[in-house]
């Protein structure tokens, strides 16, 4: 229960950043370009709100709603999500959105976007100047990768070093990694000393999305980090460092092998031998009923040799427009696995996006993944989908273009049938959270 509260409160907190952020930008330009703010609200309000203020001599009501999907600003003579077909049916007035060049209205509406994405530049550039950018080289990884049943059927091995991907240097394990293996033609990798090319069947995303096992995870030695008080492995001396090689004489090289060694001996004792200070040692060794000894192993980063960038306050925000970059085009570039059948069946709603969250309240961890939340939001709304920002700049294009405004009913419709799909989306996303949860 206390997991999934601190990962709840994440969530909200960075929704609720992100919310006011993207409001703020059109409310912004709207004002610039005097065009009147009726409401400015975090979260939506139906029926009724759970705060609500308008400043003496100001048009513009703020508030907090109570339903947590979001936030909007109601702009005067606009038509969005609130259908105020009575305004609309009314002359347009000099402070409405309608009666403004369509070069205003177009800025209006793609400002939300604008400040997601600035919001997302800023972010990764604190995080990058606040603790720096730390990573694992994948040639610094010596064991090389595990691989998943899908990336074996591929032609990788495990312990294979990743190398290229065509002619593309592969420098860190993530999502571009993997986007580049799945859009080569070959990899390079390195096998027992050797390097060995690799080539790669169509539809490697695909298989792998349909799976759902991944594509590969760090090989590593089982080496003790930390025992569990009155555990079997804390009751046989272990220590951190330990560097456990052998089960009843069956070397264990990686902690894959250890791990599988132990499930076969459940419930009975094993002898472990292990590695104390550079001299080979031996402990009989209760295995319970998990297959497990008690024991937190030592992750990737604190066995091999990673590497840190170091960014100035000033070097810091050119790295961070990069890194924004970058992510928005990993984004693009996955986005079309959603018009899939294997990305579909992958959607998740409030729930997947929760779960990005550490259990553990970490900072730089949270500021990290609101970033990408931030770049997520620019893109998706964007989207040329009535009732999204995106849908209306599509027909401001087109005012632009044509010279003429499209038709209001037409207008009304469209957005309606925007919200349809939405909220449609919503439900599909969020009930593939409750599905996985059950099964």
Known sequence: MEIFLIKALQLILSLSILVVIHEFGHFLFARIFKIRVEKFYLFF????????FKPKGSDTEYGVGWLPLGGYVKISGMIDESMDKE???LPAQSWEFRAK??????????????FNLLLAFFIYSMVLFAWSDSYLPLRNVTQGMEYSQAARNAGFQDGDILLRADEKELERFGVRTLLDIADADRVTVLRDGQEEVLSIPEGLMQTLLTDKEGFAAYRVPAVVYQTMEGSAAHTAGLQEGDSITAVNGIATPAFSDLHAALDSHRNSEVTLHYYRDGVMQSAAIAVDSAGTLGFYAMTAPQIYRTETLHYGFFESFPAGIRMGVQTLKDYVAQ????FTKEGASSLGGFGAIGNLFPAQWNWQAFWMMTAFLSVILAFMNILPIPAL???????????VVTRRQPNEKFMEYAQIAGMILLFALVLYANGMDLIRAIF
């Open 87 to 89: 305004q609309m049916a």
């Open 101 to 114: 060049p369509a070069w205003q209205r177009l800025l209006v509406m793609v400002g939300g976007v604008l």
């Open 45 to 52: 309000d139906p029926w009724f709100a759970l705060f609500r």
């Open 335 to 338: 986005f079309k696995y959603v």
């Open 389 to 399: 920002d995106g849908g209306h700049v599509m027909f401001l294009i087109y005012e």
